[in-house]
């Protein structure tokens, strides 16, 4: 079964500071692709960062950057220098295979505080 | 990345009652997708709308309760059958380019169903 866990239900950091989200995911395919996206409350879902499985280099995407480790199929996302704006639910996510269907995780709430 | 609008944001509706939700992106799209996600969860996804064929729809979904459309490449429309309460929740569509592996959304229906 393919599987996406996230094991921090909810955080809360200080504006400034730099939060690590923690993903896992379990597939037996060697083609995948892992994602980040975030949900503010305006509920609309945003693409925060994308990562292809072949690729060993970490994905940046300005002061979001990753963490994939792929023999322990691990993906966190850092955020650096947190702002207000960050607060949002962030759900870890991967297609796998020829599948185009994105598998999720059940998200971290993630609160930046002022 | 694409723009997606949906129509409409937010409804109020009477069980037993049906109610359209309308998936238009501003560029042609292989796929297409509908998903639910009660507050504060995660989503699940309910079929994939295939153009010029019947929706994939996902274990514990039937064409009966969620009908849906794709007359072409650009829109999609989701339609929440004989309605209930359990039915509140927010439907989100994506859209996706085959072999990009990667997903955008629209900016979600919030259904309340009394």
């Known amino acids: 079964a393919q599987t996406v866990t996230q094991s921090q239900p909810e955080m809360s950091v200080q504006e400034a500071e730099t939060v690590t989200l923690s993903c896992t995911y379990d597939?037996?395919?060697?083609?995948?692709?892992l994602f980040w996206y975030k949900q503010p409350p305006s509920r609309q879902m945003i693409l925060v960062i994308r990562?292809?499985?072949?690729?060993?280099q970490n994905a940046t995407e300005n002061r979001f950057s990753v963490n994939f480790q792929k023999a322990a199929k691990s993906f966190s996302l850092k955020i650096s220098d947190s702002q207000l704006g960050d607060t949002a639910m962030y759900f870890c996510?991967?297609?796998?295979?020829?599948?185009?269907?994105?598998?999720f995780g059940k998200g971290t709430r993630l609160h930046i505080l002022p | 990345s694409a723009v997606i609008s949906q129509k409409p944001s937010r409804d109020i509706c009477q069980r037993g009652t049906s109610l359209t939700i309308q998936c238009q992106v501003d560029?042609?799209?292989?796929?297409m997708f509908w998903y639910r996600q009660q507050p504060g969860q995660s989503l699940t996804l309910i079929a994939t709308?295939?153009?010029?064929?019947?929706?994939?729809?996902e274990s514990g979904f039937v064409i009966d309760k969620f009908p849906i459309s794709r007359p072409n490449l650009t829109f999609s429309t989701l339609t929440v059958s004989n309605m209930s309460p359990e039915d509140s929740s927010i439907y989100l569509c994506?859209?996706?380019?085959?072999?990009?592996?990667?997903?955008?959304f629209g900016p979600g229906t919030r259904l309340t169903v009394t």
């Open positions: 994506s859209v996706g380019t085959s072999g990009r592996y990667e997903q955008y």
């Open positions: 597939t037996s395919e060697n083609n995948y692709y």
């Open positions: 990562q292809e499985a072949y690729k060993q």
């Open positions: 996510a991967f297609i796998a295979g020829r599948d185009d269907k994105i598998i």
């Open positions: 560029s042609q799209v292989t796929m």
């Open positions: 709308a295939n153009q010029g064929s019947e929706a994939t729809y």
